[in-house]
């Protein structure tokens, strides 16, 4: 592929969502078309904005600040998730010697927190919400033409529908694949370094569970695109790294700590229209859920011990780390809970707080992934009537964030990048390598 003079090194990087090092040797794809895949472990937690800022920075959580891929942002008092400003990962870059010195163009398609980072392009799903109701399908992009001319090179427009909810589908990665080709292609804009991101695999093993049929043709279409690509680098001089953020563990149990949290009085809510929506600002404690991790933010340090007994004490709740304890995590920073939950084996933590049903605030029923004070991978579920989405949480069957042996993700490489065991690691050694022959 690549030369090895500063004028020929380029890198195509490939973050395949939920690509487990396990499922491959399961699926006999530990080697596959001259790529040796190989384990590494995610920071904790695997999810997926703090890893692709890991990625970003070589920095575990602790340094980026990007401890979930939602957290309270403590000036305006209440959780927000999947915000997108570059400003919000800390740390250097590591790119940023590889642009400045070498004059090399960078390049993200579809990574989050990418909205104002120091690249030269830029793509993202940026949907405008209309003030009556509605939505209209739109790209970011940098350079603001960029969005339409890969859209006309794929020959479709990107749908939204395609990327998250419960017509989430391959489709999506199939796009940015297509779209990534043909930014490869383009003399005139073709980044010197890209990084592509495929999200498909991960909807069908949180659905169906890692080991489920639907998981394993997932799997045979995102190589299928992986195909795609390998092919777009080889002739355009590109080395290739894929690598996966985390592994999904087969899941049955959903928790709900906001339930426990509501039932000792720690958990406050206000009553609208019958309903009932979360009391962030009069709540003495309050869980902000992700997949299998909970940061539980306390609004007064006399309640710590309180509110991690009632944790502590809720079936499917694995281990509560206090914020001396965060530090083993590497996820010991201000943006974090006093406390941090992580599930038991087999469980995952769900974000309702209400009992019964038609106390549900209106947002439950639909796909609204900036209302949810928590992810809701109910979304991936069609519900009761058309247009919603399950309510349902024990139809999800997989789940990430924790780390360790049975969690590893796979990385290969066509270029030598050394045999990091972390993915900190990992993005270590692609910065040494961008900037090898300087």
Known sequence: MAGT??????????????????????RGLAEWRGLRFR?????????????????????????????????????????????????????????????AEAG?????????QSLGEQADVVVSPAPIHKHHGGMIESLYSRPPALGGTLTEAVGRRFRLRDYWGPLASVQSSDWIAEATVALLAAPDRAPALCLTYL?????????????????????????????????????????????????????????????????????????????????????????????????????????????????AATPGVGRVFDRAAQRELCIAHERAGELVAVAAPGAWFAYPWWQPEREAPDYAAHVDIHSKPGYDPCELFAGWPLGS?????????????RIGPDRQAAWAATCDLGTPATLAGLAQAVGRWLVKEL
């Open 199 to 311: 999200p498909a695999l991960d909807y069908d093993l949180q659905r169906h569970g890692p080991t489920a049929a639907q998981a394993w043709k997932a799997l045979d279409r995102l190589f299928a695109e992986l195909g795609l690509l390998l092919d777009a680098a080889a002739r355009h001089g590109y080395e290739v790294l894929v690598f996966g953020d985390y592994a999904v563990g087969a899941v049955t149990q959903p928790v709900f700590p906001n339930r426990a949290l509501r039932a000792a009085g720690l958990f406050a809510v206000r009553e609208a229209g019958r309903r009932r929506y979360p009391d962030f600002h009069g709540s003495r404690a309050y869980a902000v859920v992700d997949h299998e991790l909970a940061h539980v933010y306390l609004a007064r340090e006399e309640d710590i011990p309180l509110a991690g007994e009632v944790l």
């Open 389 to 401: 989405v399950s309510r349902d949480e024990r139809r999800v069957r997989g789940s990430h964030g």
């Open 5 to 26: 003079t500063q004028s020929l090194r380029r890198l195509l990087v490939v973050q395949a969502a939920a690509l487990g090092h396990g499922m491959l040797a399961a």
């Open 104 to 112: 090399r163009g960078v390049g993200m398609l579809f990574w989050q």
């Open 39 to 99: 384990p590494v472990e995610p920071p904790f937690p695997g999810l997926t904005c703090p890893v692709q800022a890991t990625f970003r920075t070589g920095l575990t959580p602790s340094g980026h600040g990007i401890v979930g891929n939602g957290f309270r942002f403590r000036e305006l008092g209440r959780p927000l998730f999947w915000e997108q400003s570059a400003a919000l990962v800390a740390g250097r870059r590591v790119w940023d010697r590889y642009r």
